[in-house]
């Protein structure tokens, strides 16, 4: 099966005020370990908005794709990704503000998939909404229709859709929003070295 | 006919020994007008090199690829615009150092293509080797192919593949490698002016 990342950095970030992708968790900008994560994956960088400049020199061995829609949302970033992988089996939408990510996870989500799944979502204790999700190429359509800053739940919704869960740890719950946020993912960081 | 221009942006400019996509042509950055010529048509603008942050602020409306493979060849950039426009009919090869094409030159070698044209290579005088060239969807699994820094001539030449011609002006035959072309080109647009 062919799986291609679409790797959503296009945000502005304005709950955390700053550019929250290049704050540190474990020494390593946030980013990149969100990159790490996704090693021996396709993928593409979807980039737009205030940290373009700053984010690109992180960036130098990946292909990106500049997204001068970015003001109209997260759909924007995603149809592009798509028009990229248009010849895959199945896209990752990936959230780069989600640092505890490990490519052990991002396996175990792809590995979910089976024959009838149109999407593959990570839970944690059975609470649904994680991420990355996976997404077979017969939502290919349906998500190249979304419109505003809606990422790929939305066409998850109302049991139209064939959704596979998998329980995964809590990472794929935990994204980074505010400051706050921040430090309640060093503090979990700090208590797993000790 | 869905046709997508991969505006080739990536080069290092080595000869010229600057970034020859921001000089002035007629009071444009050579860059501005070759997308001006382009205008109305979809397009993606592969970067990478030496000049990709003088270059992103003049592109911000734009579809950029950035190519982290530049230094393997312009094939290379080929590949990555291909990929984005797999579903089209046909892609347009534009190289972004030719700053006398204009809107009227890229329709008429569109216009040009007909049932049993693999190619569209525009002439001048009856001299081939012109630029743009529009490439035929039938075409696109051998441009995905090519490898290190050739562009589409490549898979044009030896008679096999069924290539269209299209007379134009001597604007599809220039192209800026050195400062002594520039100054040939500002040359020719002050003549036209007087």
Redesign the interface.
């Known amino acids: 099966m062919k799986i291609g990342a679409i790797v959503l950095a296009a945000g502005e970030g304005r709950r955390f005020g700053g550019n929250k992708l290049l704050a540190k968790v474990g020494d390593e900008p946030v980013i990149l370990r969100v990159l790490k994560a996704l090693s021996g994956f396709d993928r593409v960088v979807i980039v737009g908005g205030a940290y373009?400049?700053e984010l690109?020199p992180y960036?130098?061995?990946?292909?990106?794709?500049?997204?001068?829609y970015y003001r109209d949302g997260m759909s924007t970033s995603i149809r592009?990704g798509l028009?990229?992988?248009?010849?895959y089996d199945a896209v990752l939408i990936v959230l780069t503000d989600m640092p505890l990510i490990t490519n052990e996870v991002v396996s175990r989500i792809v590995s979910a998939y089976h024959d009838g799944c149109s999407a593959v979502v990570p839970t944690h204790n059975g609470i649904t909404g994680g991420n990355p999700v996976l997404i077979h190429r017969v939502l290919f359509p349906e998500l190249t229709r979304l419109s505003g800053d809606v990422g790929a739940r939305e066409i998850l919704r109302g049991g139209r859709v064939d959704v596979c869960t998998v329980e995964c740890g809590p990472e794929v719950l935990i994204d980074i929003d505010t400051v706050n946020d921040l430090t309640k993912v060093l503090n979990i960081v700090n208590t797993n070295r000790q």
């Open positions: 373009v400049n690109m960036l130098s061995n990946e292909v990106i794709i500049y997204n001068p592009l028009r990229f992988f248009q010849d």
